[in-house]
């Protein structure tokens, strides 16, 4: 199973990617780092299709059979960074695939927000967000931000648990669909 996580925080110290690569580590998943700031800003050109990184991150995400977007709360959305990466590649590395959104906010009751925002986004490139979502706060993070809390954590691996469930499912389905060769 090839999961393929998203830091949607362009910040190069920032609790999304904290969260993301603990993802990383634990499962042995591939991650997709935007704080990296290698993509270009998307602008409809042929070229930009062109560029290495934005062939290789593209193909990252098309192998991949789940996806888990996390994205930090800005300003009541998800962040333009990610929302960038969407609108670069479009639906191909989305469409009929199981997608986990864990966010995380500044502790103001915020969140859901960017939840909710990369939920209705991700259903405009026909990716399947998968029900389970989280919202992570600075408590939830060890001091100094180094790590993702156990307890925290522990509700993290609920999604992740759910994610790959869903992505199970989908390759059952479609080691089905291979056998019965119409
Ligand atoms: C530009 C900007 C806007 C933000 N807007 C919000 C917000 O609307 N709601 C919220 O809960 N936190 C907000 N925050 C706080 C972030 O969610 C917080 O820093 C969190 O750790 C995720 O961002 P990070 O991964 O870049 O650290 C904002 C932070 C920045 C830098």
Redesign the pocket.
Known sequence: MNIVVVNG???A?????VLAKQLVDVFNFSLVDLALGELPLYNGEAEQKELDVVKSIRNTLIQADGIVLCT??????M?GALKNLIELFGSEPFKKKPIALLA????????I??LNNARTVVRGVYGNAIPKHLVLD?VDFIENDISVKEDAFTKVTEVIDELKEYVQKEILYKEFLESKSF
């Open positions: 925080s362009p910040r110290i920032g609790r999304t990617g930090p709360e800005y300003n009541n959305a962040s995380v906010a500044g502790g103001g009751k915020g969140g927000n960017a600075p």
